[in-house]
């Protein structure tokens, strides 16, 4: 069972740089795509982007100057950086797997609150 | 661009059946077999429900099915249950850039 487990700061002031990391258990992240995905609350979902660990990233053109996305292979964790944060950047991230064949994202983690306010 | 097109809402009574379209263009779900479906309870984490337009993972009840015509893709509930109140969310593959597209949601209600 591949369990995924979302971490870090709570809030972020505004302007300043959004950071989360996923906790992979269960599987390694040295095969399949991994996902970032985000909901404003009470909205839908947004896909931000996603990593390869041969280090091949894509990323959602809105989103695509502020965000990356990156492994830390030894720890089994991949980590999202969004800078410059607003207020419209507040929402639930969750980590997830992507299984890019089958256009599914399979494992999810419980999701992370992140609220940006000063 | 725009999110794929679910309707907000829609309701059934227990043991009835539902179907929950997600519209598309050519360039998204019209050309790729790589539409899914997932079930959303409050405060939760979505899970996957179809993949591949129509297959179910392991585990997910066949009273789930997915379908598709053209530009438009099709989740079906048979045999509503009360468990199965929830936001629901298709999601495809797109050839613009923006890689992977959500639906805006939809909530259905067990009467």
């Known amino acids: 069972q591949v369990l995924l487990q979302e971490s870090g700061p709570g809030l972020v002031k505004p302007s300043e740089t959004l950071s989360l990391t996923c906790t992979v258990s269960g599987g390694s992240i040295s095969s399949y795509y991994w996902s970032w995905i985000r909901q404003p609350p009470g909205k839908g979902l947004q896909w931000i982007g996603y990593m390869y660990y041969s280090g091949n990233t894509k990323y959602n053109p809105s989103l695509k100057s502020r965000v990356s996305i990156s492994a830390e292979m030894s720890k089994n964790q991949f980590s999202l950086k969004l800078n410059s944060v607003t207020a419209a950047d507040t929402a639930v991230y969750y980590c997830?797997?992507?299984?890019?064949?089958?256009?599914?994202?399979?494992?999810w983690g419980q999701g992370a609150l992140v609220t940006v306010s000063s | 661009q725009s999110a794929l097109t679910q309707p907000a809402s829609v309701s059934g009574s227990p043991g009835q059946s539902i179907t929950i379209s997600c519209t598309g263009t050519?360039?998204?779900?019209?050309?790729?077999?790589?539409v899914s479906w997932y079930q959303q309870h409050p405060d939760k984490a979505p899970k996957l429900m179809i993949y591949?337009?129509?297959k179910r993972p392991s585990g997910v009840s066949n009273r789930f099915s997915g379908s598709k015509s053209g530009n438009t893709a099709s989740l079906t509930i048979s045999g509503l249950q009360a468990e199965d109140e929830a936001d629901y969310y298709c999601?495809?593959?797109?050839?613009?850039?923006?890689?992977?597209?959500f639906g805006g949601g939809t909530t259905l209600t067990v009467l």
């Open positions: 999601c495809s593959y797109s050839a613009s850039s923006t890689y992977w597209l």
């Open positions: 997830a797997r992507l299984q890019i064949a089958l256009g599914g994202f399979d494992y």
């Open positions: 591949e337009d129509n």
């Open positions: 050519s360039s998204d779900v019209g050309n790729y077999n790589l």
